[in-house]
């Protein structure tokens, strides 16, 4: 059992806090991702969508004006450039090739903003598995745009009514479906979070991303960059840059929500920075950084940026901030919107409201010296589902 | 009281046990008191009582709606703890909970917390057999039941070494799904009590809602019942709520009684 | 002077009927792009923008489902994925590079519904180079989003207050503030429409389209397309694909807007389908066919996508039609919407109305036997920008 | 009565021409006639009548909407011919219009409906000397002046082939821009008559408004003044137009007088 752990584990993180009803789907699916994730059948296929229908390649972007404007060499992952406008569809296509390799025949998924479940609509209609995403009522209600969009691509969107009605209800009813119907169903997890082999599966699919850096700045500089930095949500997208360069000489920074500010109340925090100022839980079926009062209740998050705004976080990310590999950094709300409308000023690239955290990160930091002189910073999004809320707000 | 004791004593009276579920501080703590209370007097065997986690992801709606009300109410694990050392009931008493709360009491203190206030057994649904080492060797060290669930899924690799884990009883779930009440039982439920093999008791819970139900359930061959939804339903209507738990509880042993073993 | 004509033309088509405050900066334009158009450095420059901005190559996709559904084989060339979510930026970096090559310092544009002036924005911001782009006011009420988007690249949007308050009158007023400015102001069109060079030189621009599906088919097929199929308003997209197999054995079809019907009235035309329908004229500074009434009024156009909604056309198009090198069809508006369902539910890939018309084409000639076994269709943009205008209208 | 005759006779009195344009049918066709009438009162030598086109991309805000005004009041080309005929004026009549409507009647028969209504000149500014091929032959054989625009940006050799081109009068462009009423005149003006080397006479226009300018034009060296959208201004206003018409251009003309060449 000793060595069963480890491999579920980065270091005390991670595992599989799941309900029995689920662990044999958990199992089955360990069982079948060891089974194909170095097949190389199985590894042509995804790398034909991931090519052909996602777009990859996607660019590495040297930002001339932004670096002259923040003062260190950047050069930006554009995967804002993925079809769906961000990396989310990496993971999903993954995962639903997988799902048809395990020759099951129907995908679930939760989602809150609807990025997820966007993606997973898309993997879906691309490999032609019936697709139906949980997503609270008034989620719903406020991404009715996403919420349409999955129903185009022939994902049913179902409105959870129960709770808050939000993210976390619809991640119960998800796993309610999955418990009833894991003989024939997959689910879908969006982030390197949830028991394992989620964190470790996302992270791998997620993995192209740095896979392409290392290629795309040895042709562009000759060398690796000083840093890599990434916001930080669940951590799918930092994961899948950072891994890569795990045992190269590159700084990496995940970056968090600083949302409006650091206080904490007994049900809410003001931020979603929970690598840096969480304490060890057990949430979602894994042991990793949450953000939850003194008895151990889940505090309501906050961030400007959806796709942030949680109170979990990756166990590798925990695992590799507790070792010292990764450093846990954060962004005000109103840090990441002046980067944000830097970015979109200087560059003409709107991008998302999550990856403008790590740009703000860059801007407030880069000065120091701390980055080094070659940064790389992961746009794991377009920003055009943001408009409405920047247009909301002051500059 | 044990559990064990309890099963040992109905096994005597050649009776099923009734295994009754609400959510501590639903909607107040004074008013669980009173629940208990009718609970027992309606016939509950072993009383559940929820420890309110703010994510429960192993929960139906309905019992999701419960532990939202007893947070509302202010219930937390001090005032859990101190409510149970409150309650004059004389049948054992288990905190079913989420791993969390449980981890970040710290889980010596937890356990030996249920020991002083009386409580006989621990069932959390989000920790499975591979995660369970270190509380079960606490459970062992205080004398404390750990009791885990074994689904129609569960296969026999997993059963060995969940039957080899637990304590107290077993938790057979009835069918897939989570908890929430249905309207009928099962046919897989008397497989998965053959395939459960053991000496430790054997409770079928999941969408259990009538003495019919129980009374089926009884036939199978398990050694009790959990209901807890139906419960739960009860007390979020808010009408004459001990009178309509008490007889509830009293229908479904009844069902029990009737199938007699 | 016959030889000048005769390079400012096709066939009959084209020329430069313009003001003669304009003239000078025409005949700048014109032979600042001759000099440029085969430079290797600008070229260099311009396909790094291209790959690295812009994310080019853009996939050839191979669309399983549609193929099957629609009967016939079918690739889809993904402009859907190019940055900005169409092919116009292809063309708005390649103008903007040449500004920045004939040392101006500023671009000026119109836009109607917010495409081009958004490919414009990119590119401005891309170069360093201040933009400003004309917009009808009630065009800038009905597009707020695109105005804000142009607005966050530091794109100026001067709002027309004049005549009808839409895309004709901005055309006007950047004609005028191009005639005021000529010395310092590049005038960027978004189309192969307009005086020479314009044509010409969009549709160099956007050749990159077809000379990349040149080579993804030969990978993928080992031989080209029987034909190739893409929307056409003002036929940017469809010059871009069709240009490079000009020579080659590949059947051309430009697809234009139904829209409602062929009805025309004495102002208006239900449809835009003026290579179909039009009559020979002279508009926005070429000769080419447009929709007019009997005595040379230029009628009001329509189609459910705006990108397409244009009374002229590109005067190479109407010249390879006249010539039967090039097939003009149409789909109407409800052909269009239900090839765009079709794409979403089989493929996970929302298209821009304008490209559904390409589909929509494909959907019913697939079965005559006219577009032979293998169709390329050119996806020319994504369909985000016409979620409200597609929830609008039942299925 | 043709362009030259009229410039020899103004010559003859070393007077400037005041040319006025208005569009035709603004807001209606009875309308035209009148201010047409009171134009020629207050002393105007040439009219250029706007034959309205759908999309007047060379004209500024101002005539655009009289344009508007006009096609909203039923302007057609079959409708501008009969007009022209029914006008009792004895100076110089131009058409101004876009070559589309010129394109779409057909090159010919429009110069011939030109010549049969009593039309002297053409003015078509969306047509570049480089297009003007056919039409200038037409206008040749019927004896119609092709008028051309130049502008400050017209570079040397274009300026050659304009002048080669053009009949009637020259259309100098008094400054970058389109049409419109601006306050002052430019000096550039000067610069431009002094490069501008013909003995076709050189009319210059955009943006003049008031008797001061139009002194100032004749005393660079100009032979005539043209002068749009200050009259179509007063169109728009509705009020007194007839009147204030005749009174701008009485002023405009003064203003040409007193700078007597
Ligand atoms: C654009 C974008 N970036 C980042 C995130 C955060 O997720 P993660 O931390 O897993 O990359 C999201 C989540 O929706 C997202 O949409
Ligand atoms: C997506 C898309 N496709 C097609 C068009 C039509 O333009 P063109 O005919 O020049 O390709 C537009 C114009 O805005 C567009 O946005």
Redesign the pocket.
């Given at each position: 059992m000793k060595q069963e752990l480890k491999q579920t584990k980065f270091g005390k993180y991670g595992g599989q806090f799941v309900p029995e009803v689920l662990m044999p789907a958990i199992e089955e699916l360990t069982e079948q991702y060891e089974k194909y994730k170095d097949d190389p059948v199985f590894n042509e296929e995804l790398d034909y969508y991931l090519r052909d229908f996602a777009g990859r390649p996607s660019p590495l972007y040297f930002a001339k004006h932004l670096s002259k404007e923040y003062g260190v060499k950047i050069y930006l992952k554009r995967?804002?450039l993925v079809h769906g406008?961000?990396?989310?569809l990496n993971n999903t296509l993954g995962q639903a090739l997988l799902t048809k390799y395990m020759g099951k025949k129907r995908i679930i998924a939760e989602t809150?903003?609807g990025?997820?479940g966007t993606a997973c609509a898309m993997a879906g209609a691309a490999f032609g598995i019936s697709t139906e995403v949980y997503m609270g009522a008034r989620d719903t209600v406020r991404q009715r745009m996403n919420v349409y969009r999955m129903e185009l691509m022939g994902t049913k969107v179902i409105q959870v009514k129960s709770g808050s009605q939000t993210l976390k209800d619809a991640i119960n009813e998800a796993m309610r479906d999955w418990a009833a119907n894991v003989e024939t169903t997959h689910y879908m997890i969006?982030?390197?979070?949830g028991p394992h082999p989620y964190p470790m599966m996302?992270r791998d699919f997620?993995s192209v991303i740095g896979k392409e850096v290392r290629t795309q700045i040895m042709e562009k500089e000759g060398r690796f960059p000083d840093s890599i930095v990434?916001?930080?949500?669940?951590?799918?997208?930092?994961?899948?840059i950072f891994y890569p360069f795990i045992e190269d000489d590159v700084d990496l920074f995940a970056v968090e929500a600083g949302g409006s500010g650091m206080k904490v109340t007994e049900k809410e925090a003001l931020h979603s920075a929970t690598l840096c100022t969480g304490e060890e839980g057990i949430l979602h079926g894994m042991h990793t950084m949450v953000l939850q009062n003194k008895y151990g209740q889940i505090l309501e998050s906050s961030s400007i940026?959806?796709?942030?705004d949680?109170a979990g976080?990756?166990p590798e990310l925990a695992y590799l901030a507790d070792t010292g590999r990764i450093k846990p950094r954060n962004s005000m709300d109103s840090e990441a919107l002046d980067a944000f409308h830097d970015l979109c000023r200087l560059e003409g690239i709107i991008?998302?409201?999550?990856?403008s955290h790590a740009l703000a990160y860059v801007k407030k930091a880069a000065s120091s010296g701390e980055l080094g002189e070659i940064v790389v910073i992961n746009i794991?999004?377009?920003g055009d589902?943001d408009l409405e809320t920047v247009m909301g707000m002051k500059k | 009281m044990k559990i064990s004791d309890k099963f040992n004593e109905l096994k005597k009276k050649k009776e099923g046990a009734l295994i009754a579920y609400i959510c501590a501080g639903d909607p107040t703590p004074e008013a669980t008191k009173e629940y208990v209370t009718a609970l027992v007097r309606g016939g509950a065997d072993i009383i559940e009582l929820g420890l309110p986690f703010s994510d429960p992801t192993a929960d139906g709606p309905t019992i999701q709606a419960g532990i939202e009300r007893a947070l509302n109410g202010g219930m937390t694990p001090d005032i859990y703890f101190k409510l149970i050392g409150s309650l004059k009931v004389h049948i054992p008493l288990v905190v079913m909970t989420y791993y969390n709360l449980i981890f970040k009491r710290g889980l010596e203190k937890f356990v030996k917390d249920c020991v002083s206030f009386g409580i006989s057994g621990i069932i959390v649904p989000d920790l499975s057999a591979e995660e369970s080492g270190e509380l079960a060797g606490l459970c062992k060290q205080y004398d404390v039941d750990l009791i885990f669930l074994v689904a129609p899924t569960t296969t026999e690799s997993r059963m060995k070494r969940i039957l080899a884990e637990g304590t107290g009883f077993v938790y057979l779930v009835a069918r897939l799904g989570v908890t929430g009440a249905r309207k009928d039982v099962a046919a897989s439920t008397r497989e998965l009590v053959e395939r459960v093999k053991t000496r430790t008791p054997k409770a079928v819970g999941f969408g259990i809602s009538n003495g019919k139900q129980t009374s089926e359930i009884i036939r199978t061959g398990a050694d009790g019942v959990i209901v807890g939804s139906a419960f739960v339903d009860i007390i979020a209507s808010g009408k004459d709520v001990p009178g309509r738990l008490e007889a509830l509880a009293r229908e479904l042993k009844d069902g029990i009684r009737s199938a007699n073993k």
């Open positions: 995967e804002d406008g961000a990396h989310k809150g903003a990025q997820h969006g982030s390197v979070v996302v997620q990434a916001c930080t949500g669940g951590g799918s997208n930092a994961m899948g940026a959806a796709g942030l949680y976080v990756g991008p998302a409201l999550e990856s794991s999004g377009r589902k | -």
